[in-house]
């Protein structure tokens, strides 16, 4: 299954992240985000639906939450970026 990684820079971000997509009916998931996907070593990211990526992305600009980064899963489980 094909799904986003968005990057958040601390859980307490991740949570808020979260929170505003489930408040809209985004179904979103926090986890640690894997090697390799984020700069900083240990953070969090909102997992959702690849169906779901445009309408959270206008959620969490209209509530200034924009995100850092954002993954898409390749077919063999590494993760690519998606530039914004």
């Known amino acids: 299954m094909v799904y986003y990684l968005i990057v958040c ?39 959702i639906s690849q169906r779901n990526l445009n309408n959270a992305l206008l959620v969490l600009r209209r509530v200034g939450l924009a995100p850092e980064q954002i993954y898409i899963t390749a077919g063999d489980g590494s993760y690519r970026e998606v530039s914004l």
Do not use: D, F, M
Request: net charge positive; aromatic share 6%; with cysteine.
């Open 9 to 47: 820079r601390s859980l307490t971000y991740a949570q808020r992240t979260a929170a505003a997509l489930e408040r809209a009916g985004i179904s979103a998931y926090i986890q640690r985000s894997p090697k390799g996907v984020s700069s900083r070593g240990c953070s969090h990211s909102v997992k």
